[in-house]
DNA sequence: TGCCTTCGTATTGTCAACAATATGCAATGT
DNA sequence: ACATTGCATATTGTTGACAATACGAAGGCA
């Protein structure tokens, strides 16, 4: 754990962040999170404050601070006198937030199909491909990132903040839930077939289909992720 | 001001409140954000540590936990060094905020049409009727209250929690937005009719009609909100 | 007059100490 | 053997003090 470096302004990597937000609050948040979404704690697992303190080397006082803003995130639990935990996501909860999701990512493609230009259509298009070379060889690790970046791409591209942040709020939620196991390999060639319908949406500028589209992919997502999580563990 | 009590357990309104969270952050925070929401100090005002403190009789390490929920949940902004202001809500935040509500509004009528029984629908029944009776009588301090229940009762029928916390937590950002000014009466009409468009799509149990009469009324409300705002300020 | 510097004050950022609560272990009694 | 009580320890909750930064007024200079 790289311990937080005690103001010297330029530190190696998030040398921007701290530029931006300064206040150790905010670099302990960010860290902590880091720590909790890298599933390095299982869920449920017990947060010291003094010992995270120690760790990244400020007091007491910073580390309560981020555990307020994680706690209104939804990434951990706070139980008055007792401590914080990160945030257990029963199968429930992950149904609760994947339909959000479902209905957060169809309104991103619906909003997207009204104001989408040619250039973003093509670069939609590229990933698609990409990805479909990926699928075909089975290869998890370039599918990935690519899946993330498509997209991120739809979300981002509506130029709603607020829908920005609320999808990468349940995302990080969600990453929360299969922080364990769940390798949620297959589903490739189902999943580009969807990716697919949605570029076909937003392409022809069809809000209702692109929301529909969008809804679909991420209502197939919840249904792979449960039935893989059915066959690994058997959480409340 | 009530002065946050020295620990006695029960100290009259909220005293449930205090045994389930107890910690004084959480407190001062639903403390805070009742002030803000109140709409007692400005947008962009400046709220001051010491200050807040002492009128709410604790120290600054409290008020600053606070500030942190606050300020992940959108409803204060933080300048390093600078201080925490409430959060400036531009016509253009609040054009993409209701964009956002559109579509978790429309969530929630699509997945309530999924699962309403025949009790929630006379619910919604009588709260229509009763709408309607204050609309005709131009009654706004009758009307807000039972406009505010029949939307919290769709998106508490889910049964989705992350879905009302998410709408809820968008709903206090537009609080912010409208804080000054903006009567926003009229619109009693358009807006039954939409109420009733969207019983009709839930009595249906049918999730498309459902989801869109939700997203219809919110979009209708945004632009009679904006209209108004037109008149009455000119902000950014 | 208008602009810049300088200094005092107010405010934020961080910390360490103190108080209150919970946890775990040992001793006691049934 | 098991449950219960009491104590020692660890951890959380809160506070006040200190350091660093920003703000504002007064004074000097062009």
Redesign the interface.
């Known amino acids: 754990m790289d311990r937080i470096a005690k103001r010297q302004p330029m530190e190696g990597s998030e040398a921007l962040d701290l530029l931006k937000?300064?206040?150790l609050?905010?670099l302990v948040?960010s860290e902590i999170q880091k720590i909790i979404l890298s599933g390095r704690y299982s869920a449920g697992a017990k947060l010291n404050e003094k010992t995270l303190a120690d760790q990244l080397g400020v007091s007491r006082?910073p580390v309560?601070?981020?555990f307020?803003?994680l706690?209104?995130?939804?990434l951990v639990e706070?139980i008055?006198?007792r401590g914080v935990f990160v945030q257990r996501i029963t199968r429930h909860?992950a149904v609760?937030?994947y339909?959000?999701r479902?209905?957060?990512f169809?309104?991103a493609c619906?909003?997207l199909a009204e104001r989408i230009t040619a250039d973003m259509v093509n670069e939609l298009n590229v990933l698609l491909a990409q990805m479909e070379v990926a699928g075909q060889r089975r290869d998890i690790d370039a599918y990935f990132p690519l899946n993330i970046e498509f997209h991120t791409a739809i979300v981002t591209g509506t130029g709603?903040?607020?829908?920005a942040?609320?999808y990468f709020g349940?995302i990080s939620?969600l990453q929360l839930f299969r922080a364990r196991g769940l390798v949620h390999g297959g589903g490739f060639e189902s999943s580009n077939i969807e990716h697919r319908a949605i570029v076909a949406a937003l392409d022809a500028r069809d809000p209702h289909g692109a929301f529909e589209a969008g809804w679909a992919h991420v209502q197939a997502g919840k249904a792979r992720i449960l039935a893989s999580d059915e066959n690994t563990a058997g959480s409340t």
Chains 1, 2 share one sequence.
Not at 71 to 74: D, E, K, T
Not at 160 to 163: A, M
């Open positions: 937000s300064s206040s609050s905010q948040q006082g309560r601070e981020a307020q803003a706690h209104a995130r939804g706070m008055p006198n909860d609760a937030i339909d959000v479902a209905g957060i169809g309104t619906r909003l709603n903040q607020v829908l942040d609320t349940l939620r």
